[in-house]
């Protein structure tokens, strides 16, 4: 089992940044990669960024490329988000996951942190 826990989430105006972290525990041997996604209310889950635990390749969705930088730092089990330019379209609950492998789906979920961007 892996166990993540994610931290950073707050209020910000727009035009603001925010620095997530997801603090991976357990069987952190297993993890393949990391990923962020983010649910706004009434809206479905959507993927945000994603990074190769060992060869730290990262992954973006269209809406964040050239706004949000994912990276992980390995010796603490630790990814983060860091978030520029914030909209309030932003605005979401950002949960960290986790797999095994390139084809498995995402099993290992954090509880999720608030992001709120005010216009």
């Known amino acids: 089992q892996v166990q993540l826990v994610e931290s950073g989430g707050g209020l910000v105006q727009a035009g603001g940044s925010l620095r997530l972290s997801c603090a991976a525990s357990?069987?952190?041997?297993?993890?393949?990669?990391m990923g962020w996604f983010r649910q706004a209310p009434g809206k479905e889950r959507k993927f945000v960024a994603s990074?190769?635990?060992?060869?730290?390749?990262?992954y973006y969705a269209d809406s964040v490329k050239d706004r949000f930088t994912i990276s992980r730092e390995k010796v603490k089990n630790t990814v983060y988000l860091q978030m520029n330019s914030l909209k309030p379209e932003d605005t979401a609950v950002y949960y960290c996951?986790?797999?095994?492998?390139?084809?498995?789906?995402?099993?290992?979920w954090g509880q999720g942190t608030q992001v709120t961007v005010s216009s």
């Open positions: 996951a986790a797999r095994r492998s390139a084809i498995a789906q995402y099993a290992y």
């Open positions: 357990g069987r952190t041997f297993s993890i393949y990669d």
């Open positions: 990074i190769s635990w060992n060869s730290g390749s990262t």
